[in-house]
Nanobody, 125 residues
Framework: QVQLLESGGGLVQAGDSLRLSCAASGRTFSSFNMGWFRQAPGKERDFVAA???????TYTDSVKGRFTISRDNAKNTVYLQMNRLKPDDTAVYYCAARYSGGTYYPAIPSHYNYWGQGTQVTVSS
């Protein structure tokens, strides 16, 4: 089993920055592909960013150039640096983990094995 714990959410103004963290339990963190998703009220859970076990990144178009995903395998942690935040970024942000190997589509929630409980990000205009 892997447990994921997100932190770093909060209430900020448009244009501000936040860094989300997702700490994972277990000793095989380095072998996981990691993703960030977000869900606004009344909407589906949407893909934000992902980083593979070998460090390849991918982002949804709306956050490219503003968000950066990174990982620190020594700390079993994945980060999401969010800059120039917009009100449309308001959502609960979830961290997800998937064992590496096999066919992997980062943007598909069902391709992940484990999920965190989420952290709220609210951006005021």
């Amino acid at each position: 089993q892997v447990q994921l714990l997100e932190s770093g959410g909060g209430l900020v103004q448009a244009g501000d920055s936040l860094r989300l963290s997702c700490a994972a339990s277990g000793r095989t963190f380095s072998s996981f592909n990691m993703g960030w998703f977000r869900q606004a009220p009344g909407k589906e859970r949407d893909f934000v960013a992902a980083i593979t076990s070998i460090g390849s990144n991918t982002y949804t178009d709306s956050v490219k150039g503003r968000f950066t995903i990174s990982r620190d395998n020594a700390k079993n942690t994945v980060y999401l640096q969010m800059n120039r935040l917009k009100p449309d970024d308001t959502a609960v942000y979830y961290c997800a983990a998937r064992y590496s190997g096999g066919t992997y589509y980062p943007a598909i929630p069902s391709h992940y094995n484990y999920w965190g409980q989420g952290t709220q990000v609210t951006v005021s205009s």
